[in-house]
């Protein structure tokens, strides 16, 4: 018997992968924000359940161009996950930790085979990534070269961990600010943005006041009834039980750094030898 899961993964996949590319993602006509301006959350525009499908609905008024299939992807790999699918770190241990607790494939290659069904921060942001690339690129199984296809994988070809700093996933995963270096620096797939101007679907990493790091995906700023400053974004952490959104103070939070995906066509040419400056400074949120 076919699970509900299943047939809810198999209902996105098709809703998700028919009749888009990356010409109608980059010319689709949505609200636009001012520029230099911050973009306030309004309370329903906030999702009472932190496991939800329903970022591109939530926050398309908001985004435009190729951030509505990163929108789109959040809700596909959240319909892996209902329950938030566990979070779970350990790259010691026996089995290995998973980035992603299913497997992930890039134009029907496959990227990961999971050790384990739960899943981390990076891990989700980075399946994101891939899952929009998927939308934005129907066609990209026939351009993509064998290098960068092996490149962008999330395990080594004998289903090992791989370790930071290796090639695509190696750099996202690494610490500090792993999308700006794989998608900006790396690939020359996007571009930095500055905290004012972000938009939902914009990848970021924060960096802690307590000298951790996270790896999510922006949704937004928001200003609570008691006047308190948030972001809210969603990635996999320990407060959702893997996968989920979050509401997260500002006070918390010491530096970003946000890029955004501009230049997808660059997976199909991008140097998978690429040296990458570890040395970028971050931004300061100043709402």
Known sequence: MISSRKILVVLFSILFLSGFSIENFS???????????????KQQDISPEAQNLNHLKNFKKYAKGYNLAVLRAIDSVQAHAMNGGGYFIGKDSTP?????GYELKLF??????PPRTTSYCSGSSYTTLMT?????????????????????????PNGGRREDWIKFWGIWNADGFGSQ??????????KNIKPVDAMPGDFMNISWKTGIGHSVVFLGWYIDKEGNKNVVYWSSQKGTNGMGDQVVPLSRIKEVKIVRLTNP?????????????KKVPGDEIGL
């Open 27 to 41: 010319q689709t006509k949505t609200v636009k924000t001012s520029k230099h301006k911050w973009l306030l959350l």
């Open 96 to 100: 290995t930790e998973s980035p992603i």
């Open 132 to 156: 929009s690339l998927n939308y934005i690129l129907p066609k990209g199984g026939k351009k993509i070269s064998k290098e960068r296809l092996e490149a962008v994988r999330m395990q080594e």
């Open 108 to 113: 029907g290659n496959p990227l990961i085979n």
């Open 181 to 190: 270096y794989a998608l900006v620096q790396y690939s020359k797939m996007g």
């Open 265 to 277: 066509q660059n997976l199909f040419k991008f140097n998978i030898n690429q040296p990458v400056d």
